[in-house]
T-cell receptor, first 115, second 113 residues
């Protein structure tokens, strides 16, 4: 039973560039959430996708966008990268549009470094 | 908005000693509560969750947590620490409406042999 998989594991970009991160949810899950985890901090919610739509969004600028595909996989896109975007980006999956009592299952993340 | 406070960013215990990691949340309505563990260069692994029912929740690896509504707390405990418990621990809450998880800033647990 495959868990949440993310790619790539590491990425180095320069300021102003654009990046796309990918996530495949745990088998049987249909909801994907994205988090940013800065060094020494807890994960911060970016947004959640369900039924190919963004259902809820955290306090992140429009430079952060996403997409969910019919197979439930998801992409996170970040435009005009800033040094402060350097972080571990975590994808989490769950079932049923994020039923409140369901836990989220996390991937190992993509480490993004901005030079 | 919800907030989650984890008292003590670093906790050190001796092997075999009691582990106590503290978590308090701010909410007038009890949310759903979770503890996750993160090992270096890995994602978060669910330890346990509280949704409804019994306030003492047992999780994996011998961890348990007790939901105390009057204290708005959900502290994590383990009777006897093992070297393999050394990791970062995160408390998370989710309001019973909405889809967003709110995480604390984490507690780094060191186990001394």
């Amino acid at each position: 039973d495959a868990g949440v998989t993310q790619s790539p594991t590491h990425l180095i970009k320069t300021r102003g560039q654009q990046v796309t991160l990918r996530c495949s949810p745990k088998s049987g899950h249909d909801t994907v959430s994205w988090y940013q985890q800065a060094l020494g901090q807890g994960p911060q919610f970016i947004f959640q996708y369900y039924e190919e739509e963004e259902r809820q969004r955290g306090n992140f600028p429009d430079r952060f966008s996403g997409h969910q595909f019919p197979n439930y996989s998801s992409e996170l896109n970040v435009n005009a990268l800033l040094l402060g975007d350097s972080a571990l980006y975590l994808c989490a999956s769950s079932l049923g549009g994020g039923l409140s009592n369901q836990p989220q299952h996390f991937g190992d993340g993509t480490r993004l470094s901005i030079l | 908005a919800q907030s989650v406070t984890q008292l003590g960013s670093h906790v050190s215990v001796s092997e075999g000693a009691l582990v106590l990691l503290r978590c308090n949340y701010s909410s007038s309505v009890p949310p759903y509560l979770f503890w996750y563990v993160q090992y270096p260069n890995q994602g978060l692994q669910l330890l346990l969750k509280y949704t409804t029912g019994a306030t003492l929740v047992k999780g994996i690896n011998g961890f348990e947590a007790e939901f105390k509504k009057s204290e708005t707390s959900f502290h994590l405990t383990k009777p006897s620490a093992h070297m393999s418990d050394a990791a970062e621990y995160f408390c998370a809450v989710r309001p019973n409406t909405g889809n967003q998880f709110y995480f604390g800033t984490g507690t780094s647990l060191t186990v001394i042999p």
